[in-house]
């Protein structure tokens, strides 16, 4: 059973620069996992899938792209649901990341 966790992160970029943002910064999702993960990703309309495997387990999340805000979803499997608070507090506090500008 899986324990999810929802986050909107509200912008005001419109969709398609939230979009290409996200894009962009995706491939730095590993480095702010501990002990290292593999992340894989693929897009399907505004809706970004990712696989996220780390310490042996899988997490599966969703960031659906709208033209005012961001919405995450994880699926935490398990024993990892029991961190569920931690996992969220540190989505709201970096999620925002995934919306910086790095193209200038």
Same mark, same amino acid.
Request: net charge negative.
């Given at each position: 059973? @899986?324990?999810? &966790?929802?986050?909107?992160?509200?912008? /005001?970029?419109?969709?398609?620069?939230?979009?290409?943002? &996200?894009?962009? /910064?995706?491939?730095?999702? +590993? #480095?702010? &996992?501990?002990?290292?993960? @593999?992340? #894989? $990703?693929?897009?399907? *309309?505004?809706?970004? /899938? =990712?696989? %996220?495997?780390?310490? *042996? +387990?899988?997490? /599966?999340? @969703? &960031?659906?792209?709208? +033209?005012?805000? %961001?919405? =995450?979803?994880?699926? =935490?499997?398990?024993?990892?649901?029991?961190? @569920? *608070?931690?996992?969220?507090?540190?989505? #709201?506090?970096?999620?925002?990341?995934?919306? +910086?500008?790095? $193209?200038?």
């Amino acid at each position: 059973m @899986s324990q999810p &966790i929802d986050i909107d992160l509200p912008h /005001n970029l419109g969709k398609d620069e939230a979009r290409r943002r &996200i894009a962009n /910064n995706i491939h730095k999702l +590993e #480095q702010h &996992i501990p002990g290292g993960a @593999s992340v #894989q $990703s693929g897009w399907t *309309g505004d809706q970004l /899938n =990712l696989n %996220v495997a780390a310490m *042996g +387990e899988a997490v /599966n999340a @969703s &960031i659906d792209v709208m +033209e005012t805000k %961001v919405h =995450l979803r994880v699926l =935490l499997p398990g024993m990892l649901g029991m961190f @569920s *608070g931690l996992v969220q507090a540190a989505l #709201q506090k970096k999620g925002g990341a995934l919306l +910086e500008d790095h $193209s200038g």
